[in-house]
Nanobody, 122 residues
Framework: QLQASGGGLVQAGGSLRLSCAAS????????MGWFRQAPGKEREFVAA????????SYADSLKDRPIISRDNAKKTVYLQMNTLKFEDTAVYYC?????????????????WGQGTQVTVSS
């Protein structure tokens, strides 16, 4: 089970840090990622990180604004979004997979969180 949190209302130019905690004794997840879905649009990849944190990947369209990190002791992945824009408004989902490589396709993730709403006011 994945539990996402940290969403909310923020002004354009601000920052937000999302968290996603995994629970379950046999939850042997490896790569974790973040996706987002705006109203009327398809779910899109935001960022992903491998289990050891050595490899990360970000959507090209977001440039250097997001930063993904994780704390394996807490089974938690974080997404720091900086210089937020109105078009960043979306429901943000965290995901996890048993795969040990970077995964940017949402269909390849086995577990999903419930989503957390991020609203950016212009």
């Amino acid at each position: 089970q994945l539990q996402a949190s940290g969403g909310g209302l923020v002004q354009a130019g601000g920052s937000l840090r999302l968290s996603c905690a995994a629970s379950g004794r046999n939850f042997n997840i490896r790569t974790m990622g973040w996706f987002r879905q705006a109203p009327g649009k398809e779910r899109e990849f935001v960022a992903a990180i491998t289990y050891n944190g050595v490899s990360t990947s970000y959507a090209d369209s977001l440039k250097d604004r997001p930063i993904i990190s994780r704390d394996n002791a807490k089974k938690t992945v974080y997404l720091q979004m900086n210089t937020l824009k109105f078009e960043d408004t979306a429901v943000y989902y965290c995901a996890a997979t048993y795969r040990d490589t970077i995964v940017t396709t949402w269909g390849l993730y086995e577990y999903w969180g419930q989503g957390t709403q991020v609203t950016v006011s212009s």
